[in-house]
DNA sequence: GTGCGAGTTTAGCCTCGCCTCAACCTCGTC
DNA sequence: GACGAGGTTGAGGCGAGGCTAAACTCGCAC
């Protein structure tokens, strides 16, 4: 084991992507070439070709014609490279100040080239913190994930209350929204009303009486643990 | 002007070597592809098409047979390599803790991908240094570097005294080497004695009075500036 | 002045990593 | 059992960078 031979940037997005794909539902689930290619921005060619490299990297195991998915040196793969993504987010803003939406493309580009010291180095600088700034998880140094069962703000009834704890890194526009309105992961909140046929969801945030109103795709991104009714 | 496409590594590790051996001597002169080939561990056919890729680019004009000498341009794309490189150094041993010997290899890698954005909150963030841990001096923003003229310490005669400025951060066995023994860039010196045919340098150094021995290979790659007599 | 060798350049070729397009194959459904 | 959506394969391209070997300069030594 370990045989951690140095691999491409390539091979680390697409395992990234798998992982993410992997679980989009509720259960650990094989992905398509499709999906995978869809999300990575290349043809579906490519994914295919990329998706036997893995399996004989022995990062994957692909069931032609029915989907690959990550073996446990794949997840390893991932979660290292998740780690990275969010360790740097996370140093990024606290030490650096960069601005909450900017961390995830720099994030985005270190990830790939963070040593495994300097990994070290940030970690202890910051703590050994569980989440990134978007109330992400951070991957242990032992590469366990504490995956907290959450539901999304769209799906809460109205009068629900609980906790704010995450949002999808990947949209700045959605970042400098909520920013813009100080809503930030781990505070409470309250859905206060919700406009039927995907229309908006109005909600309370901390100690503050503002209402704001939030889009359907802002709140099917935000994810929120419920107040144990 | 202003071009800025994005240029490979190499173009960017090359450009940093010219620019290194351009000012070897106390004068700016040409570069032999030789010389280059050697610094950067290539052959001399790969320097010379590389050269002749830099003038292509404006970043070099290469008189064939005569050596390559940096453009303006090219010595924007090294200062700002060599800027990113000691801003670099500086942060990882000072905000992360990085051992001495081991920055320079870290910051070999990321200073080719560290963004504009994230070099100026560094450099902040370190209150805008003028020199790094090794005593090099960081060119500014806007690119200039205030060179001082120094001596090496092999030069010094016996008797001399001054401050030691800086060392060649290229070699972690040199810095373990001082840094085992406290001696570190700033410090006052004072050559105590020196052994004939090239035998070793002994010194004090800061205001301790154990006597160092320094090998011909240290003396040389320690940078001095004499107090004036 | 010529000759010769060290230093340079050129030419041809290779590897690696990744991508595309287009043709072809499979699976599951009707 | 045929059809179409989706998956796979193969041929090929491209950029970056490197290597060797042969050809060519330059300029010093005679």
Chains 1, 2 share one sequence.
Request: aromatic share 4%; with cysteine.
């Amino acid at each position: 084991m370990s045989d951690d031979r140095p691999v491409g940037e390539a091979v680390e997005d697409y395992t990234k992507a798998i992982y993410s794909l992997e679980r989009r539902g509720d259960v650990v689930s094989p992905v398509s070439t499709n999906e995978l290619a869809a999300r990575l921005g290349v043809s579906a060619g490519s994914a295919s070709a990329m998706v036997k490299k893995l399996d004989g990297l022995g990062l994957a195991t692909h069931e032609p014609y029915h989907g690959v998915r990550l073996t446990d040196a794949g997840a390893r793969v991932a979660l290292e490279v998740l780690r990275h993504h969010r360790l740097l987010e996370l140093f990024l803003m606290q030490e650096l100040g960069l601005p909450w939406d900017r961390v995830h493309a720099e994030a985005e580009v270190l990830e790939h080239v963070l040593s495994e010291e300097l990994e070290a180095c940030i970690a202890a600088k910051l703590g050994h913190p569980a989440t990134d700034p978007h109330g992400d998880p951070i991957p242990t140094h032992d590469l366990s994930v504490p995956e907290s069962t959450t539901s999304s703000l769209e799906e809460c009834p109205v009068g629900a209350r609980g906790r704010f704890v995450r949002v999808s890194d990947a949209d700045p526009e959605m970042l400098r929204y909520l920013a813009a309105r100080d809503i930030r992961p781990g505070q409470d909140f309250a859905v206060v009303e919700r406009q039927p046929f995907g229309g908006p969801t109005f909600a309370t945030f901390a100690d503050d009486d503002a209402v704001h109103p939030l889009g359907g795709e802002l709140a099917r991104a935000m994810r929120v643990e419920l107040e144990p009714a």
